[in-house]
């Protein structure tokens, strides 16, 4: 088993940052990829980015590509998300995920943490 807790969701005014953190715990030798998703009320759980654990390569949403930068301290067992330049679409439920892949589809992450809740405010 894989634990996940995320940190660093808060409020923020449109144009601010945020940087989200997930510790992530137990058997994280069986974490290939992790990732970062988010859920608006009313929307579905939506893609916005991932690492490959072992050798830090990344992939983006479209719709945070430039803005966002995910990454890794692996002598921390912790995956980061700096969230610049916020906007109000950004405001969700963030979640982080790990898995035994990589990649945009939520059903490859086995481990979810509970979620921490970012508001950008216009």
């Known amino acids: 088993q894989v634990q996940l807790v995320e940190s660093g969701g808060g409020l923020v005014q449109a144009g601010g940052s945020l940087r989200l953190s997930c510790a992530a715990s137990g058997r994280t030798d069986r974490s290939y990829g992790m990732g970062w998703f988010r859920q608006a009320p009313g929307k579905e759980r939506e893609f916005v980015a991932s690492?490959?654990?072992?050798?830090?390569?990344?992939y983006y949403a479209d719709s945070v590509k430039g803005r966002f930068t995910i990454s890794r301290d692996n002598a921390k067992n912790t995956m980061y998300l700096q969230m610049n330049s916020l906007k109000p679409e950004d405001t969700a439920v963030y979640y982080c995920?790990?898995?035994?892949?990589?990649?945009?589809?939520?059903?490859?992450?086995?481990?979810w943490g509970q979620g921490t809740q970012v508001t950008v405010s216009s």
């Open positions: 690492i490959i654990w072992s050798g830090g390569n990344t």
């Open positions: 995920a790990a898995g035994a892949s990589f990649g945009s589809y939520a059903g490859t992450y086995a481990y």
